[in-house]
């Protein structure tokens, strides 16, 4: 509630500051803007970003993208439920289906991570 009510009030503003500057955007070329600004935004960040991480580790890259993809496919997903009425559109299930994500990928790092110490251990102990 309180996200909706900001993204609300934040509108509203929005509204407000374009009618005092007497522009004559209509919602589509509200959306188009602010959309378009925000993604330019988020776009520079997360390339700085990623620039800057990828110097370490692509996998962690990896694990953005599709804990992102993941995101938007949960939200998909209960979109759809209370859309057709086929079970129950509830936030704890897309939380669920995040953790549960979290908790494999932990699983298979933690395989990878201890394949690679075995390895390096078996490597050293070759003459």
């Not at 803007?33 to 580790?57: C, E, P, Q, R």
Request: hydrophobic share 55%.
């Amino acid at each position: 509630m309180f996200l909706a009510n900001f993204v609300n009030n934040l509108h509203d503003l929005v509204i407000q500051i374009t009618s005092v500057f007497n522009l004559d955007l209509t919602d589509k070329k509200l959306h188009f803007w602010l959309i378009g600004l925000i993604g330019l935004l988020v776009f520079l960040v997360s390339d700085m970003l990623f620039k800057f991480i990828s110097k370490w580790s692509i996998t962690i890259i990896s694990f953005i993208y599709t804990f992102t993809v993941l995101i938007v496919l949960v939200f998909g997903l209960e979109i759809e439920q209370k859309i057709t009425g086929r079970g129950s559109m509830e936030f704890s299930d897309i939380v669920s289906g995040l953790w549960g994500f979290i908790v494999l990928f932990s699983v298979y790092l933690s395989c990878r991570i201890i394949i690679g110490l075995v390895g390096k251990t078996m490597n050293k102990k070759r003459p």
